[in-house]
Nanobody, 125 residues
Framework: QEQLVESGGGSVQAGGSLRLSCAAS????????MGWFRQFPGEEREGVAS????????YYDDSVKGRFTISLDNAKSTLYLQMNSLKPEDTAVYFC??????????????????WGQGTQVTVSS
């Protein structure tokens, strides 16, 4: 069974840090690309960062570049998102995703078919 399970969300003050985890089971970790996305209330899901399971440089959205770090632990089949210098505007539900987009490891939500259930991140000012 394909499954992605996020954890690590919570509430933090501005300037603080959180680390999100995404445990993959089934065939999801064999997907070529994994990514983190977030969704603000009433808005479409947007890409945050993506990474190839085969190695290579990750991709970051400009809004998180220099603050967030995406990484993989292949031994644990787990994807991480280290979030530092958090801002109130980072408040959202965060999702991990996996798939093999034809165009490579994009941060386009429509390119991914396997999703976790989401975890809430709340940053207070």
């Amino acid at each position: 069974q394909e499954q992605l399970v996020e954890s690590g969300g919570g509430s933090v003050q501005a300037g603080g840090s959180l680390r999100l985890s995404c445990a993959a089971s089934g065939h999801t970790y064999s997907s070529a690309c994994m990514g983190w996305f977030r969704q603000f209330p009433g808005e479409e899901r947007e890409g945050v960062a993506s990474i190839s399971t085969g190695g290579g440089s990750p991709y970051y959205d400009d809004s998180v570049k220099g603050r967030f770090t995406i990484s993989l632990d292949n031994a644990k089949s787990t994807l991480y998102l280290q979030m530092n210098s958090l801002k109130p505007e980072d408040t959202a539900v965060y999702f991990c995703a996996a798939d093999m987009p034809p165009a490579g490891c994009t941060v386009v939500a429509g390119d991914y078919n396997y999703w976790g259930q989401g975890t809430q991140v709340t940053v207070s000012s």
